[in-house]
């Protein structure tokens, strides 16, 4: 825009002043190269389906000091997540480390902003490997020929992709029963006798044993690494600079959140176990147990290295394009969960 040399330079002055600090009539969407911005705009908002968070969030008194608003959407996995991303209804999702992959092999760019595991995977398993009652399944060996529940777009998917990997057998030694893992749907299929095994929660574990064991069903280790946990966005989320520097709060609100978790068993049993998801006491303090320690890692390199791993075997078993695991992920935020677990 050109300054009228008819006006008085008091005037010129002022205008030219005004349009310097107006910027651009169009600042366009953020480059995925560009730091990450510091400041929110005021009214922005996020909407974020990750309910365990929230609790954690309401109960440390975090949740107050948010610099954003915030929507929570009762959504959790990956279907769900990738459906409102696509509505454009969810700015954040948590889930495990399947549905960015999904995410992408259906034509929907994600990014991970942060990421979390356990520092002890292999003994604090996410999912056990639940045999059906009559099965007559007594070790992972008896998984042959037997029919399994069976989710490809899920981490349970993956992990029965693992698990035939790890025992040797192709699809062709089993029968993979495809059932979308929602909810109690598996341990339903299981009780039915619609399939013979299925990965179940570990929190689901002492329920079922307790419901089903005397009926011949077991809850076998898979002896498999299964902890992934991350936050995921949809990559237009990252367009806009107000959002992203909200996103970047709640990565750090997140990983606090974490921490208050671990420092604080007791009022996290209450409050989330008990009172949100209506368990007893005992229950509560298992699935404490039963997580062990988390691990969020300032340095992604290992993380990349394992999703890689994982895109492979299921680019193969499923017959999907290989991606780059490092796309998957937005280095920018790499420390920032981690720092802010660390108290930093």
Known sequence: MKLSHGLPSIFRNLLAAALVLAGPASAGPLAETA????????????????????????????????????????????????EAFRAKALDIGSVADIPPIHAQWTGLDVKIVAAKFRLDPIGHPIYVIATAPGSGIAKLEDLKGRKIAFSPGQAQGALVLRLLKKLKLSHGDVQLVELPSVGDAYVNALASKLVDAAPIAEANKQRFVQNYARDGAKALPHGLRDDPSYLYVAKSSLEDPDKVAAIRAYVQAWGRAVKWIETHPEEWITGYYVKDQGLKPEAGRFLVESNGSPDLPLDWSGAIERQQETIDLLAEELKKPVLKARSLFDRRFETVAGAAYQGE
């Open 35 to 82: 730091p990450l911005p510091g400041s929110i705009a005021p009214g922005t908002k996020l909407v974020i389906g990750d309910p365990q968070t929230r609790v954690a969030l309401t109960l440390s008194g975090e949740f107050a000091k948010l610099p954003f608003k915030v929507e929570w959407a009762n959504i959790s996995g990956g279907p769900q997540t990738i």
